[in-house]
């Protein structure tokens, strides 16, 4: 038998549940897509000028391990500002290859062998999988839709164990949009400091938040030292193909992530670093006129499914909705593939962000009000169709 030389911990990893329908619609005529959470919206022009400008500059070489100074120094300024958070820039933020890469970075330089990691779900389908190549254990923690998938304090306390090392948190969250408040994250907080363990706190899209601001569980009394701080210029700025993101943190930590970053990956992109240097500096009236826009989708898409059947709850931040389905009678993953193929729209079936997403869809509105009317008008004929009875769905509820 021909050897394998594939490692086990990768031959496990499933293909990404997301991917795995966009790349089923990219294969077909006239479909609208809700699944991949990408902003329909161009890079503001003066971002994409800055970086143009720096090309003409001749800034084109390697940048510092860590990004350029004046980045880091505009982040820290800028966290400050705006999210009451403390970081230097020379020792505490790390710029990296878009969030993701911060998040892999954060976990290689934390765990050993067999650590356990609490992932809030429903959650990104990359956690629990970086989780893994890292080379802990990932310990599902699932939030439940009857407290608008918030995870309470007692739910974290029955999981942690002796092994666990972190907990994945991630407000606004994707795939939900739900926004934890100040009394929520401190009473999460409490468990964190009395088991003494990491937060990765995922805050992609904090400036993304509709009715209260976003809150970083870092700014709370004890916890700065404890916390991971990840973020980027992804999906607030529509920065998603420049690849940019960072990281803060202790000290210790930071440093840790930089050595594997400088081994792994040298530096993130230097025209990139100057286009988020603009966006920082002269970009904050495009966020929000972004925001406006999809607060306003948010609005429609929220009404449009409540009223076809589809029970949804009013996210409080991102660019997503979670609707149930359960009223099909069918699972997620049937569910999304026959409106792919009946009515040619793309959502991403609830079961791949975990167990508990079982039963409901995702579906981003980060596209244009003309394309969610027909979208939706679309989704409409699908769930009449489709649509049991009352007696059916007890009956199913019961099995």
Not at 58 to 85: P, Q, V
Not at 231 to 248: D, E, N, P
């Amino acid at each position: 038998m021909t050897r394998s030389y594939l490692a086990k911990n990768v031959q496990s990893l499933q293909p990404s549940g997301i991917r795995k329908f966009f790349d089923l619609a990219s294969k077909m005529d006239n479909v609208i897509s809700l699944g991949v959470g990408e902003p329909d919206f161009v890079t503001p022009w003066n971002v994409i000028e800055a970086s143009y400008h720096s090309l003409e500059q001749g800034y084109t070489a390697y940048t510092a391990n860590a990004g350029l100074l004046e980045l880091r120094e505009e982040i820290s300024s800028y966290l400050s500002k705006e999210f009451s958070l403390s970081y230097q820039a020379d020792n505490q933020i790390l710029v990296t290859v878009g969030a993701s890469q911060a998040i892999d970075l954060a976990l290689r330089s934390v765990l050993e062998p067999g650590d356990e990691v609490v992932v809030v779900e429903p959650s990104f389908v990359s956690y629990s999988p970086a989780v893994t190549l890292a080379g802990g254990k990932a310990i599902s923690l699932s939030a439940s839709a009857e407290n608008e998938f918030k995870i309470q304090a007692e739910q974290l306390e029955e999981v942690i164990t002796t092994k666990t090392k972190a907990i994945v948190l991630c407000s606004p969250n994707n795939p939900t949009g739900t926004v934890l408040n100040r009394k929520e994250l401190e009473q999460i907080a409490a468990v964190v400091e009395k088991h003494d363990v990491l937060v990765i706190s995922d805050e992609i899209y904090a400036e993304l938040s509709f009715e209260e601001k976003a809150m970083s569980i870092a700014s709370i009394p004890g916890m700065a030292e404890r916390t991971i701080v990840v973020s980027g210029f992804s999906k607030a700025f529509a920065m998603t193909g420049w690849r940019l993101g960072y990281a803060c943190g202790p000290v210790e930590i930071i440093d840790a992530m930089t050595k594997i970053h400088q081994y792994t990956m040298m530096c993130a992109p230097t025209m990139a670093q100057y286009g988020a240097l603009e966006a920082l500096r002269n970009g904050m009236e495009s966020v929000e006129n972004m925001k406006m826009s999809y607060r306003q989708r948010r609005n429609y898409v929220v009404n449009a499914l409540n009223e076809m059947g589809l029970s949804c709850h009013v996210p409080g931040g991102a660019f997503y909705v979670f609707p149930s389905i359960k009223e099909t009678g069918m699972s997620s993953e049937e569910f999304a593939q026959r409106l792919l193929e009946e009515e040619r729209v793309a959502v991403v079936p609830g079961h791949v962000f975990g167990e508990s997403g079982e039963g409901y869809i995702r579906c981003s509105y980060a596209t244009s009000i003309k394309q969610l009317g027909v979208a939706l008008q679309r989704m409409a004929r699908f769930v009449e169709k489709h649509r049991i009875s009352d007696r059916d769905i007890e009956v199913t509820n019961q099995q």
